[in-house]
């Protein structure tokens, strides 16, 4: 995606000139702008009753052995899935949401306007999507599983970084349970 096309996208979002900085290798935004989109909304829900409906949601996810992965298979397969595994999570999104590479094999996504309910069907989605084999360019087929934790503002996290901690607090507690695994914050689970 070049840097015209994700401005276009990211404007399409509905963040006007929202300034965005952008993952080289996916093309997707990166951990400055996710860190941004995070202070611009809760600024924006400042004032606001939160209901349902207004609720947002933060996806920390991480793909499942990608280390050994790239041991196995190189540098440049492993880009080439990175890549994959960025259009296959735009894929699972709705309109508005908007997927980030953040480090590495850890991707975020922001859910607007989205119930508990939703983000489960998003997560699973991203699960189906992401599990699928991967053609790789010296010809062989490899699977890559995917692990999910989810959080929910302001419920779970009433600023930026509370949400953040939350979600990668329900991305461990998913982790130790398997591989290909779903589990959205609780604090009764991450004390």
Known sequence: MNDGNFRRMIESKGFGEFPVSQ???????????????????????????FDDRLQFAILCIDLDGFRQFNEKYGRAEGDLVLKLVADRLQTCMRKNDVVYRIDGDEFAVVLLQVTANEVANVADRII????????????????????????????DGDTPESLLWCGDAALYIAKKAGKGIYRRYSERRSS
């Open 128 to 155: 189906g999507s992401v599990s699928q084999p991967y053609d790789l360019a010296n010809a062989d087929s490899a699977a890559i599983t995917v692990t999910i934790g989810a959080a929910l503002a302001p419920r």
């Open 23 to 49: 993952d080289e290798l996916t093309g997707l935004a990166d951990r400055a702008a996710l860190e941004e989109h995070l202070d611009s909304l809760f600024g924006s829900y400042a004032d606001s009753d």
